[in-house]
């Protein structure tokens, strides 16, 4: 069983910078690759950035691309999302995701963290 446990969230001003961390404990061969979701109120899940050990691919939303950065350190087991230059469109419940291939649809992820809030102000 993997578990995942979000941590870096909190409230920052437009233009600000938050990296949020995921620590995973457990692994399996349907958690080698690691994500970053997001929603926002009344708005559906969408993927912002994916990072595979395997194959060190990763992806990113088309939001996102540019100012954050997805990053992995295996010998402690924890996915960071540095996340640069922030809007208030940024503002979502955000949360970590295990799965056994890289998509960027949040169904096909195994396991999910209970989430941390980012919030943006302008």
């Known amino acids: 069983q993997v578990q995942l446990v979000e941590s870096g969230g909190g409230s920052v001003q437009a233009g600000g910078s938050l990296r949020l961390s995921c620590a995973a404990s457990?692994?399996?061969?349907?958690?080698?690759?690691m994500g970053w979701f997001r929603q926002a109120p009344g708005k559906e899940r969408e993927g912002v950035a994916i990072?595979?050990?395997?194959?060190?691919?990763?992806w990113y939303g088309d939001s996102v691309k540019g100012r954050f950065t997805i990053s992995r350190d295996s010998a402690k087991n924890t996915v960071y999302l540095q996340m640069n230059s922030l809007t208030p469109e940024d503002t979502a419940m955000y949360y970590c995701?295990?799965?056994?291939?890289?998509?960027?649809?949040?169904?096909?992820?195994?396991?999910w963290g209970q989430g941390t809030q980012v919030t943006v102000s302008s």
């Open positions: 457990g692994y399996t061969a349907s958690s080698v690759c």
């Open positions: 990072i595979c050990t395997t194959t060190s691919r990763t």
């Open positions: 995701a295990a799965g056994g291939a890289l998509s960027r649809r949040p169904s096909d992820y195994n396991y």
